[in-house]
């Protein structure tokens, strides 16, 4: 019987304006102990030094490499698709450019999960906070214990959501290769589309209950830019913005309703999508926001989520709306009147009953 090829994994990084942190992240990936590995960096036009650092460092580490500099500003949705199609492994895996991957065994157990399960087509895996001591910062257990499941529509409605953060998402690059497409650029969650796409046209979905990633590297003890810094500076304005949540489930219903021609089968994933979303992400946000003192933004969102306004992008029945309605109300009332300790302490909770699984 002959002896399988070892697979292979790119490493896929999207780049703009932080290479003190991708350098970071580039010099954890020399300690992994499997070598079938390329390193893909995608640099969005930056206007920090990456152009000059990150190639000579890359070429000075012996990593097998690829770095493309984008000939014209990409933005995010684009230049994630450009990293993956750089690619040239059997696997693509997404880092961000302040994630490093967990351990030095991170890319061996992967292998071996994806041999022992038959290869599947895309993979989810669970991530946990950087420290700077490498014992590790809470875990974030997107997936509750690894399971295997089948590529039907089904399966992307009930995982949806755990495409959402980027890191760790891990497409064979035949199926991306299919899957990908412009149309959701702009988005700013194309990697929800495409993971729903993948295994909507029959891809399989591994539940790896394993932390591969760990997110939000600090350089000189401080991380890098987020939503926070750029909400604090923003002066916004009383309008309906869903900030983004919005797009989660859209992008999912994009990927997911063209394959049921029923239209009770469509109807009933459009609810339960939107109502998984209301349920669990916009209150978080809402949550969130009102930690950071951030009121206007969390006012603009429920604007922003209401049905009526959420569903505009999405061809439904007038009576879909009403569906949601009463989950939006018990959501935004929770979200706005609970004190911000007790949501604390309630949003573990809660998002562990999202992720729970039917027992098999």
Same mark, same amino acid.
């Given at each position: ?35 079938? *590995? ?58 961000? @450019? ?27 895996? @669970? ?47 035949? @199926? ?32 790896? @209950? ?114 949601? *309605? ?15 300790? *007790? ?18």
């Amino acid at each position: 019987m002959p002896i399988p090829e070892p697979i292979t994994f790119s490493i896929c990084i999207p780049q703009h304006n932080r290479s003190r942190y991708l350098l970071a992240v580039l010099d954890s990936l020399r300690t992994q102990r499997y070598p079938h *590995f390329e390193v893909v960096v995608s640099d969005d036009c930056s206007t920090d030094d990456t152009a000059e650092v990150v190639p000579a460092y890359l070429e000075a580490s012996g990593m097998r490499y690829r770095f493309h500099r984008q000939e014209r500003n990409l933005r995010y949705d684009a230049n994630l698709r450009a990293s993956l199609a750089l690619g040239t492994g059997d696997y693509l895996l997404i880092l961000g @450019n302040d994630d490093v991957l967990a351990d030095e065994n991170a890319l061996t157990d992967l292998a071996e999960a994806l041999e022992s399960h038959g290869r599947p087509e895309v993979i989810i895996s @669970n991530f946990r906070l950087w420290t700077a001591d490498g014992t590790g910062g809470a875990e974030v257990r997107r997936v509750p214990r690894t399971t295997l499941l089948p590529g039907v529509p089904a399966t992307a409605v009930a995982h949806y959501r755990s495409f959402s953060f980027v890191a760790g998402i891990i497409f064979a690059r035949e @199926n991306f290769t299919r899957a990908n497409t412009s149309a959701y650029d702009g988005s700013i969650f194309v990697q929800v589309y495409l993971g729903c796409k993948v295994i909507t046209d029959g891809g399989r979905l591994l539940l790896w @209950n394993r932390v591969l990633v760990a997110k939000d590297v600090e350089v000189d003890g401080k991380p890098a830019n987020s939503y926070k810094d750029v909400e604090r500076q923003k002066k916004r304005k009383l309008e309906p913005n869903s900030q983004g949540v919005s797009s989660i489930a859209w992008v999912a219903s994009e990927a997911v309703l063209p394959a049921l021609q029923d239209p009770p089968a469509r109807n009933q994933a459009l609810i339960c999508l939107y109502k998984t979303l209301l349920r669990y992400t916009y209150p978080y946000w809402l949550y969130a926001h009102r930690k950071e003192s951030f009121r206007r933004a969390a006012l603009c969102m429920a604007w922003g989520c209401y049905p009526t306004i959420l569903l505009k992008p999405v061809e439904h029945p007038w009576w879909v709306t009403l569906k949601l *309605f009463p989950t939006y109300m018990i959501s935004t009332i929770a979200g706005f009147l609970l004190p911000v300790s *007790f949501l604390r302490r309630l949003m573990p909770w809660g998002y562990r009953l999202s992720k729970r699984l039917p027992k098999t």
